[in-house]
């Protein structure tokens, strides 16, 4: 079965600074999609970036780009220049098939100092 | 603003209470998803929806029943539920359920957050 581990509960870095979120999965599938989200206090979770794993280019929005390493099944997210409105939960997640299934991990808090 | 509304954003019931959450999407999607996020815990996926039907059941409870009229609608009934039911349910939306040109990413709504007596 696919997993999703995201080794660090809780992150904090100062405003203006670089941090990376760690994210590790399981899977004997060669084609998939990665993806990370964001969860503020609000709650919605929202879209910050996603990977196609056939692409060896790793994807970047904007201050988010993500390291992908699909021989070692590593999918971090680098934020840079931190902002305080980044400060959040940062979910990182699995998609294969054609069954719609999403698998989460179990999220990494960020803080973001001024 | 993602697209994806829910209805109520909290919600407090009885275990004898029956209640329904909404979600509605405006994306033109054709799949639509329940999850439940609970404290210190992934978010579980509930229950599938694709074109109206229902794809996948993750061996959900009978007390929650979802409901999906249309691809734009999807409600979750609920009805005597119990207090580890207390959560933030979200509703998601995706193209379809294949894969490939955007179509296998899921937009969230903001949830609605339950609390049960």
């Known amino acids: 079965a696919q997993t999703v581990t995201q080794s660090q509960p809780e992150m904090s870095v100062q405003e203006a600074e670089t941090v990376t979120l760690s994210c590790t999965y399981d899977?004997?599938?060669?084609?998939?999609?990665l993806f990370w989200y964001k969860q503020p206090p609000s709650r919605q979770m929202i879209l910050v970036i996603r990977?196609?794993?056939?692409?060896?280019q790793n994807a970047t929005e904007n201050r988010f780009s993500v390291n992908f390493q699909k021989a070692a099944k590593s999918f971090s997210l680098k934020i840079s220049d931190s902002q305080l409105g980044d400060a959040a939960m940062y979910f990182c997640?699995?998609?294969?098939?054609?069954?719609?299934?999403?698998?989460f991990g179990q999220g990494t808090t960020l803080q973001v100092k001024p | 603003e993602t697209g994806v509304t829910q209805t109520p954003r909290h919600l407090v019931m009885g275990m004898t209470n029956k209640k329904s959450l909404k979600c509605e999407q405006h994306?033109?999607?054709?799949?639509m998803y329940w999850y439940k996020q609970s404290a210190k815990k992934p978010l579980e996926l509930m229950f599938v929806?694709?074109?109206?039907?229902?794809?996948e059941n993750n061996s959900v409870p009978s007390r929650f029943s979802p409901e999906c009229p249309n691809s734009s609608h999807l409600f979750l009934h609920l009805h005597t539920l119990q207090p580890e039911d207390s959560a933030l349910y979200l509703c998601a939306s995706s193209q379809g359920l294949g894969t490939g040109i955007g179509r296998e990413t899921q937009y969230f709504g903001p949830g609605t957050r339950l609390l049960v007596l």
């Open positions: 929806y694709n074109f109206k039907e229902q794809t």
């Open positions: 990977q196609e794993a056939y692409k060896q």
């Open positions: 997640a699995y998609r294969t098939d054609n069954t719609g299934k999403l698998i």
């Open positions: 899977t004997s599938e060669s084609d998939y999609y």
């Open positions: 994306l033109g999607h054709n799949a």
